[in-house]
């Protein structure tokens, strides 16, 4: 007779060693199931991704960065000289673009309203102060 179908019938007249198989049958069989289902979630998932999310080939959009410039506009409410500012806002742009600064084009710089809340503030304040 089977261990599990042992399990069905009541734990009272197995020996210890029968209860011990047949935990360990249980514990496989339940990490057997999660993975099992994790794994069609995955692929689930990368399927939609697929689906959804249409890839660009990399040689056709390095070719699109390059031949375009890319522009910035923001509006500065002060007057003053922030050559700096654009320098670094620029810079930070071509970094993420992967791209050179040439062919980035910074017009206007506006800033803009922090409705971060009081408590997040805070909070960052707090974990900057920890480091």
């Avoid at 011990?20 to 069609?40: H, K, Y």
Wanted: without cysteine.
């Amino acid at each position: 007779m089977n261990v599990l179908e042992k399990l069905s019938n009541g734990v009272d007249n197995m020996t210890l060693g029968e209860k011990l198989l047949a935990s360990l049958q249980v514990t496989l069989l339940g990490v057997f199931i999660v993975f099992i289902a994790l794994m069609m979630l995955y692929f689930i998932i990368r399927i939609m991704d697929k689906l959804v999310n249409k890839p660009v080939k990399a040689k056709q959009q390095t070719q699109a960065i390059e031949t375009q410039p890319v522009v910035v506009e923001t509006i500065e409410e002060d007057t003053i000289d922030d050559t700096e500012l654009v320098a670094v806002i620029t810079a930070a742009v071509a970094a993420s673009l992967q791209t050179s600064t040439h062919n980035i084009v910074v017009r206007n710089i506006v800033r803009t309203n922090d409705v971060t809340p009081a408590w997040g503030k805070l909070g960052r304040m707090q974990q900057l102060n920890n480091i």
